[in-house]
């Protein structure tokens, strides 16, 4: 199959070097960002930022969106606006970017590393049921670890790649344990549970705009929720947490430098523009990839159900680790960028000690799982124009 994917990936790619994953920049970007500079508006305040809140929070169906420099800080804010203290503890995946685990460390919180399902590769309401009925009990002022003693206060899932976890099920246990609920949809814009979009079923998610996702702001997050007090405390605490005030300093706590910047903005105003044929692109993509890998017996990931993935990357699951390391080392000897899913978290020095359920299938989808190229293709966008 490895000769047959190559000759493939370069006739939908060409070039001599395939990445992983490239931005677009086919439409408005150039224009906005000069606009930008002309209005001398650059930095953390501008027209830009709230016209790219009010895009993002559309398409995703939200009622309010905050933005902020990038992913991370827009998690770290959003698991302390969650009520997250320092010392409680927070469920969320061991397969996982470093980001979700880093931005509970942030908030003085520990990571609990719950399994994640074998078909959505996102966290598991079966396995998050069992971890809490084993090891949680619920207390007047919330959910207790047994072992720990450790406040549980709030659960992070991701999901994976753009696939939709089975998030409407953890919804319901943690709403079930009292447990707040902050999706990490860093990965999954333009992706659907049915008509509904993920990151709108808790209280609030957080999206990243970094350049290798599916559109970009070079750096960039937000927060989405449906919850005015928490936008408006969003807003704030990413702004200094400054009080109001035509011309004094006044700032009444210790609040953070991360808001978006006005330039930035500018790109993703642009990049909004374009979201929905970036979209159909990727799956059109998707469609003839999987076709390629049903035909050559290789498991190319799907969304299950009614659930829409965006593809933002393509995503196989190999027969072993062996497997996985000689596809890995032809395709990137050969210019076609390919790579492993993550290390799992809970071996990672900084996270090694923290408690988990055994992670059988984190375990065996980190041994199996590789990423392909997956961008819209040279030209494909400005086809579309014509
Ligand atoms: C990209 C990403 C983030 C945020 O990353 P930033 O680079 O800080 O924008 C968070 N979680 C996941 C799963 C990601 O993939």
Known sequence: MHKEFLAFAKNIFGGSFIPLHRPVFEGNERQYLVDCIDSNFVSSVGAKVTEFEEKLAAFTGSKYAVATVNGTAALHVAIELAG???????ISQSLTFIATCNAISYAGAKPLFVDVDLDTMGLSPAALKRFLEQNAEKKVRGTYNKISGKKISACVPMHTFGFPCRIAEIAEICADWDIALIEDVAESLGSFVGNRHTGTFGSMATLSFNGNKLITTGGGGMIITNDSELAERAKYITTTAKV???????????GYNYRMPNLNAALGCAQMERLNEILAIKIKLANQLGEFFDQNDVRFVRAIDENKANHWLNTLVLDSREERDNFLKFTNDNGVMTRPIWTLMSKLPMYKECQTDGLENSLWLEDRVVNIPSSVPDGALKKLDK
């Open 244 to 254: 109001p005030h035509p011309y004094e300093f006044v700032h009444d706590e210790i």
């Open 84 to 90: 997250v203290k320092p010392g409680d503890e927070v």
